[in-house]
Structures are given as C-alpha cells and as structure tokens.
C-alpha cells in the first residue's frame, strides 16, 4: 500500500513506517502553514487596499480597489473557504502603522511584477493574432 510517496512494505518494522507516516504529517503541516502565512500576507494586502480606497485622491482609490481585487481573488482561489471578514479584522486591528507600511510595500511590489506578467502575456497573445 502507497502512502506519501512510499510503500508501507519498504521499511524493515513498524518504526519506520511511524517515522514515514510522521514525516509525511509534518510536511503537509509545513504546507498548511505556508499556505495560512500567505494567506496573512495577502489578508494584510487587503486590508492596504481597503485603505487606500478610501483616499479622497483618485488614484490611491483606484489603486487600493485593484489590491482588493486582486488579493481577494488570490484568497479566493487558494482557500475559498476562509473566514475573510474575521482575518480581516483581527489583521487591521493589530497591524502598526510600520506593519501597514511593510504591507504596502509588499503588496505594491507583488501587484506590479504580476502587472509586468500580463503585459508581458498580453503582446505574445497580441503576436500570436497576427
């Protein structure tokens, strides 16, 4: 019988099986805590967004709705289930304003490499029609 990858026949006892099983587990915990950190990350980004789309400037509302936007759907497509408006919340709440700062940076930094991407994606379609 396959699991994580091995054969439970591989091992030469019990032992080796549990220490198999075991590390199988913490590898997908380290997934899962991957996952939840990114997740934060984008949470904060959100919450960046949020800010900035109440700006009375124009620009920092138009960029803070495409932050929302986008780490909304990247939230979305990695965990569709997650309590949004709770990590919302309790992210706001104790972000500093060197934590806001962090995360606007960061946000900002990753929402315009991805920018680059789709222009980059957008001329090799635009070739390709031609």
Known sequence: MAFCG?????????????ILILACVF???GRVG??????VADVQCIVVGAQLSESADQKQ????EMLLT???GRIDGRSPNTDLEAMIAREAQKMTRSDFAKAARRSG???SARGVEFVRIGKALERLGR
């Open 70 to 72: 986008y780490f909304l």
């Open 109 to 111: 930094a990753e929402f």
């Open 34 to 39: 991957a996952a939840n950190e990114r997740t």
């Open 27 to 29: 590898t997908a915990w």
């Open 61 to 64: 509302r138009l960029s803070g």
């Open 6 to 18: 091995f054969n439970r026949s591989s091992g030469p006892d019990a032992l080796s099986g549990a």
